[in-house]
């Protein structure tokens, strides 16, 4: 079983355990074009990305076929409740990343004597692509010019988010930022 969590909390900690998740590599795109009357073909506006959709396949462990069982299934309703809006997930088996998403579909066990197996429909609506975890890096300056290195493993081109403060009394002049791209 693969450890997974969705809000910080363990599926373990619900009787959840996670067979395998079904992440596709890409999300669908969406083509924008436009057909004219009259005219062999359509202009094309490119392509952009849609929401993904991954499922996690599972099984429901539970210790008697009554009130654990249903104390579990309450528990994963609650987990992902759509109302609650996207939730964070992270897998053992894809460290480093998390995916942000929410409930979106119908969520049917079918019990096999104690257990139960589902598959929850997870949507990656505003964010399609999983996220690395959050890696925070305190540079401070103390004399120019000084070089920062800025590192990204992730999967799609992002730029940094740079945040400056001045924590001194004296204003800063000429100051200048400058990114440069390595060339493939």
Not at 47 to 76: F, P, W
Request: a negative charge; one cysteine or more.
């Amino acid at each position: 079983m693969i450890d997974a969590t969705a809000d910080g909390k363990s599926f373990k900690s619900i009787g959840l355990g996670l067979k395998k998740h079904n992440i596709p590599v890409l999300p669908p795109t969406k083509d924008h074009s436009l057909e004219i009357a009259e005219r062999v073909g359509e202009l094309d506006f490119g392509s952009t990305y849609g929401a993904r959709t991954i499922n996690l396949e599972c099984v429901l462990m539970a210790d008697d076929t009554t009130l654990d069982y249903h104390r579990k299934v309450a528990q994963v309703a609650a987990l992902f409740n759509a109302k609650k809006g996207d939730i964070v997930f992270t897998f053992s088996d894809l460290p480093g990343r998390r995916y942000i998403g929410r409930y979106a579909g119908t969520l049917d066990i079918e019990k096999i004597l104690w257990d139960g197996e589902l598959t929850i429909p997870i949507k990656m609506g505003e964010h399609p692509f999983p996220e690395s975890e959050e890696n925070i890096k305190e540079v401070t300056i103390t004399q120019s010019p000084q070089t920062v290195s800025v590192t990204s493993v992730g999967d799609e081109r992002a730029s940094p988010v740079i945040v400056l403060t001045n924590i001194g009394e004296n204003g800063i002049r000429n100051f200048r930022i400058a990114n440069e791209y390595q060339v493939d």
